[in-house]
Each structure stands twice: as C-alpha cells, then as structure tokens.
C-alpha cells in the first residue's frame, strides 16, 4: 500500500477505465484503519476484539500490495464497512450550531465552496442518471 498516497492523489483516468465508474473518494488506509477501530467500539466487546484482531490482520496483510485495482477495492470495501458500522451518523452529515461556531471564516468559506460543488456535481450527473429509469 506504499503507493496509496500517489494513487489517491492521482487522477489517472485508466484507474476510471478500471472501475467502469467515477470513483468515490477513498480515505487512505492508515485513517480508514483508525475510523474502523474506533468504530469497533461501540460494538459489543468480544465482537470488537474479533473485528479489531481481523482488521488489523487484513491490514497489515495488505501493505505490500502494489496492484493499483486490488488497493482500490481493498480500500472502498473496507469504506464500506465502516459506513455500516457507523450507522446513519455518516450519512446525516449534519453540522450543529456548535461545530458552525467554533470553524473560523476561511473554514466556513470552504464548507460553502464545497457545498456548492456538490450541488454543481449533483445536478450534472442527475439528468443522466433519471433518464435511464424512465
């Protein structure tokens, strides 16, 4: 997984020719790995010390690997797994009031951009996709 950081920050279009599909954006392994652990602990203890024990087995497992698809899939089911561990709490994406007061005005000013880009992102891949179910 050495070359992780150079995949991620790649935008090589044969690693889309790969997937068939825009790709979501993946956490590199060692931040995937700890959102996996720490959600483990809200898992009752003895499956958390089996899902602990399994994670960092296949992790450590797959360091070496280099093949640029087998880390991809390696990282995006791993993803996967942590959003269904975590809940609906991933999916909410909800700011409160708190976390709003405590960013500062260039943080704000980058959630908005974002926002705005998702948004921009959605609407161009909407009508494509609705087209289709018609």
Same mark, same amino acid.
């Given at each position: 997984? %050495? $070359?992780?950081?150079r995949?991620?920050?790649?935008?090589?279009?044969?690693?889309?020719?790969?997937?068939?599909?825009?790709?979501?954006?993946?956490?590199?392994?060692?931040?995937?790995? %700890? %959102?996996?652990?720490?959600?483990?602990?809200k898992?009752?203890?003895?499956?958390?010390?089996?899902?602990?024990?399994?994670?960092?087995?296949?992790? %450590?497992?797959?360091?070496? $690997?280099?093949?640029?698809?087998?880390?991809?899939?390696?990282?995006?089911?791993?993803?996967? !797994?942590?959003?269904?561990?975590?809940?609906?709490?991933?999916?909410?994406?909800k700011?409160?009031?708190?976390?709003?007061?405590k960013?500062?005005?260039?943080?704000?000013?980058?959630? !908005?951009?974002?926002?705005?880009?998702?948004?921009?992102?959605?609407?161009?891949?909407?009508?494509?996709?609705?087209?289709?179910s018609?």
């Amino acid at each position: 997984m %050495r $070359v992780i950081q150079r995949l991620l920050a790649s935008t090589d279009s044969s690693a889309n020719s790969l997937l068939h599909s825009r790709p979501a954006a993946l956490l590199p392994a060692i931040p995937l790995y %700890r %959102r996996i652990l720490r959600a483990h602990r809200k898992l009752p203890n003895d499956h958390r010390v089996l899902g602990d024990l399994y994670v960092k087995s296949e992790f %450590r497992a797959h360091r070496t $690997v280099d093949n640029p698809a087998h880390i991809i899939g390696f990282l995006s089911e791993w993803q996967t !797994y942590a959003q269904q561990i975590e809940g609906d709490a991933w999916k909410e994406g909800k700011l409160d009031k708190q976390k709003l007061d405590k960013m500062s005005d260039e943080q704000l000013g980058q959630l !908005y951009e974002l926002m705005n880009s998702l948004k921009k992102d959605g609407e161009q891949n909407t009508p494509g996709e609705g087209s289709g179910s018609q």
